[in-house]
């Protein structure tokens, strides 16, 4: 992992003497900031680095707008100093000259600590250049950026000054903002003040919006809008008795603000029997934003390497912290056929996927789901990378009972008014997935027919339906197999 970059790691490494510095960074003038501070407080002596563009140059200094005649000449001033191209990065991969130049000022051994500082979104170094250079990442602000620019910015602004006096209004902000550049949290604002007038809870919703669309645009990590009410959510008690002695240790309002949040759970099964269902709902429960992070996204290769598009994706995920982050179907990334291969692409993906659960600071939540979790090697499922691994198993009889009564409800029925017992009896093998498409196909029909929906109906669309326990007989019980002593049930029944 690169080293982060702070006012004092910057400073250090221009008093050691590091001719050349890459950074990568979303906000090149943050980053410029940053470095105009380490260098006025932290490096005595040392003149306000100077700044080359490739449309500009370096500002008062003609003739330097081409990068080969910039370089000699930031290289031609004498005594410590700091020059700093944001561009320079779309010229040197095919350019002799360029990589020449700065292999030979590298090499040079002299008293001036000069230095060399390179920006780019995603900084790409020449090969023969990247022995020679110490590359550093700027993250999204911390918490403490953000609270410094929400308070540094109340005097001049009577906008910010109002949301503030409201009640633990700073701190929300803050939560909310999380994630957010400071130039996307300044226009977002802009956008608040008006559109949304100043309340804060309003203005709180228009970060989680802007929040929503910088993801997107990113393209590794959905924001999912999250409405589920935890009690939609049918049976799983030992699942949901895990979740509710986490609250009485440590209280409902520490894990929402991602004070002790555990590092996460692995959800196995049979797919359409709740996994993703469940991750929601414990985003739902925690009041934490829920990020979906799609392993075929990591390999397609849009976003560069799969290794490249991970760390990006968990980078995303600690700025946007506390969160939780849902990988679906983890199997179909980090496999142990991936594994075993060595060298490939899925070795890379699953040494630095443990390298980070097992270094993470920030607390990030990670649910996965897995469908065939015999495919995951050791290393994955070992305590520590988890906190539980739970099996959900296709539901039981009081279980089938509670999701027709919940799908019921949510198909504008009164579910009292239905034998919910007799319905979960006839339903027995079918998945929570098959019990909802049921009750969906039910009232489709008693709509066409412009009449009342009835328990027969549900009865016929039971009987129509071939469920997943008898099409996946074989590989249900291979799963069952395998989960029987690896494995924390989600439920605690015995009948199917």
């Not at 250079?133 to 993250?139: A, G, I, S």
């Not at 414990?282 to 991970?310: F, K």
């Not at 982050?325 to 060595?342: P, R, V």
């Not at 949510?410 to 498409?437: M, P, V, W």
Request: aromatic share 8%; glycine share 6%; net charge negative.
């Amino acid at each position: 992992m690169k080293e982060i970059l702070t006012t004092s790691t910057f400073a250090q490494h221009v008093a050691a003497g590091t001719p050349l510095l890459g950074i990568n960074t979303d906000n090149e003038q943050r980053t410029i900031q940053l470095i105009q501070n380490a260098a006025s407080r932290n490096l005595k002596g040392m003149e306000p680095p100077k700044v080359w563009s490739c449309t500009a140059g370096f500002d008062g200094i003609d003739g330097t707008t081409d990068p080969a005649d910039a370089l000699r000449w930031a290289l031609a001033q004498q005594g410590h100093a700091i020059f700093i191209f944001v561009d320079m990065h779309w010229y040197w991969q095919e350019n002799p000259i360029l990589q020449r130049l700065l292999i030979n000022f590298a090499q040079q051994r002299g008293s001036a600590r000069k230095s060399l500082v390179f920006l780019a979104t995603e900084l790409r170094i020449p090969e023969p250049l990247q022995i020679h250079f110490v590359q550093l990442n700027h993250p999204l602000p911390s918490p403490a950026e953000l609270s410094s620019f929400l308070t540094g910015n109340r005097e001049q602004d009577p906008f910010i000054d109002q949301l503030l006096s409201q009640e633990d209004a700073l701190r929300k902000m803050v939560l909310a903002a999380q994630g957010l550049d400071l130039v996307r949290l300044e226009r977002a604002l802009r956008m608040a003040r008006i559109t949304k007038g100043n309340d804060v809870k309003e203005v709180i919703s228009a970060l989680h919006l802007d929040k929503k669309q910088a993801l997107e645009q990113s393209g590794i990590l959905e924001f999912i809008d999250n409405d589920l009410k935890p009690d939609e959510v049918g049976g799983m008690e030992n699942l949901k008795r895990w979740m509710a002695r986490r609250e009485k240790a440590f209280g409902m309002d520490e894990l929402s603000s991602g004070e002790n949040l555990p590092s996460g759970v692995l959800l196995m099964g049979i797919s359409g029997c709740g996994k993703s269902l469940f991750v929601k709902a414990i985003a739902a429960r925690w009041s934490l934003p829920l990020l979906r992070l799609d392993m075929a996204t990591v390999y397609e290769g849009t976003h560069g390497s799969p290794e490249r598009s991970l760390h990006r994706a968990c980078q995303l995920a600690e700025a946007i912290a506390p969160c939780v982050l849902w990988i679906d179907e983890i199997e179909s990334g980090i496999s142990e056929q991936g594994f075993k291969s060595g060298g490939g692409s899925s070795s890379r993906v699953l040494g630095y996927f443990l390298t980070w659960m097992q270094e993470k600071k920030s607390p990030v939540f990670v649910a996965a789901t897995a469908n065939a979790i015999e495919m995951l090697p050791a290393e994955v499922l070992r305590k520590g990378r988890f906190d539980e691994i739970f099996y959900i198993a296709l539901p039981g009889l009081e279980e089938r009972k509670e999701i027709f009564s919940i799908h019921l409800t949510r198909q504008g029925q009164d579910s009292s008014a239905y034998d919910t017992s007799t319905l979960a009896h006839s339903s027995k093998g079918f998945s929570g997935a098959e019990i909802e498409q049921a009750v969906a196909s039910a009232r489709f029909e008693a709509l066409a027919e412009q009449r009342e929906m009835t328990e027969k109906d549900i009865m016929e669309a039971i009987g129509q339906t071939v469920p997943i326990s008898v099409t996946m007989a074989e590989q249900i019980k291979k799963i069952e197999a395998w989960a029987f002593k690896r494995a924390v049930p989600a439920s605690s029944h015995s009948e199917r």
